[in-house]
């Protein structure tokens, strides 16, 4: 079975420090993952996703993960955060051998302080 | 093109009242997946449809859920006779058809949700 496991209920940042939001998976065969974030009252909005090629991932709004397939590892970061990025993150999981229901994790809350 | 469109946004109900909550997908998308939000406890799936077919229902109860996909019209999550459990945030989702017809690999588009309260 998959799982997704956001070690950090909750992530403090302080506003032009880089951020990391972490994300461990465990899958059969190869992986898809994704990043998703939700703000208040509002559904999920997609960030970023890997399924094949370059470990590095570029997604909206400056965010970017990494791939590691040693430490089954997606974390998702940003240079330099703003306020307006401070919402609840989900990383989610997919297996590449066809099942297409994937497996979120319990999410992150990002707070960035001014 | 517009999102993905649910309504109500808001439903109140008894307990022991049917529930209906609709979904209309991105144009272009036939996946559609149903979500169940409740707070600290993340995104739980419950249902992946494609036109008129359930492919995978594990994620929802036996007894008083349903779910479906008309050829036309929006999807249905159907919940009779609430109970107070109930109450959630419920999510859908669409994507479109890989290659392969399926959607295993293209990111899903999310409805702003139905929070449901159960009296």
């Known amino acids: 079975a998959q799982s997704v496991a956001q070690p950090e209920d909750q992530v403090n940042v302080a506003e032009g420090n880089p951020l990391t939001v972490k994300c461990t998976y465990s899958?059969?065969?190869?992986?898809?993952l994704f990043w998703y974030v939700q703000y208040p009252n509002r559904g999920l909005q997609f960030l970023l996703k890997y399924i094949t090629g370059d470990n590095l991932v570029k997604g909206s709004y400056g965010f970017e993960a990494e791939f590691n397939k040693s430490q089954t590892s997606f974390h998702l970061k940003k240079p330099s955060a703003l306020v307006s990025d401070s919402a609840l993150y989900f990383c989610?999981?997919?297996?590449?051998?066809?099942?297409?229901?994937?497996?979120f994790g319990r999410g992150t809350s990002l707070i960035v302080h001014p | 093109n517009a999102g993905v469109m649910q309504n109500p946004r808001h439903l109140v109900r008894r307990r022991g009242q049917e529930a209906r909550l609709r979904c209309s997908p991105m144009k272009g998308h036939s996946h559609v997946y149903w979500y169940r939000q409740l707070p600290e406890e993340g995104l739980k799936f419950m249902v992946y449809l494609q036109k008129e077919n359930i492919i995978d229902e594990s994620g929802m109860p036996k007894e008083r859920f349903s779910a479906e996909f008309p050829k036309e019209g929006p999807s249905i999550l159907r919940i009779q006779q609430v109970v107070r459990g109930d109450s959630a945030a419920y999510f859908c989702?669409?994507?479109?058809?890989?290659?392969?017809?399926?959607?295993?690999?293209?990111?899903?588009?999310f409805g702003p949700g139905t929070r449901l309260t159960v009296l």
């Open positions: 989610a999981v997919r297996p590449g051998g066809g099942s297409y229901i994937p497996t």
């Open positions: 989702a669409s994507s479109p058809p890989d290659l392969a017809g399926g959607s295993s690999y293209n990111e899903q588009f």
């Open positions: 899958v059969s065969g190869n992986p898809y």
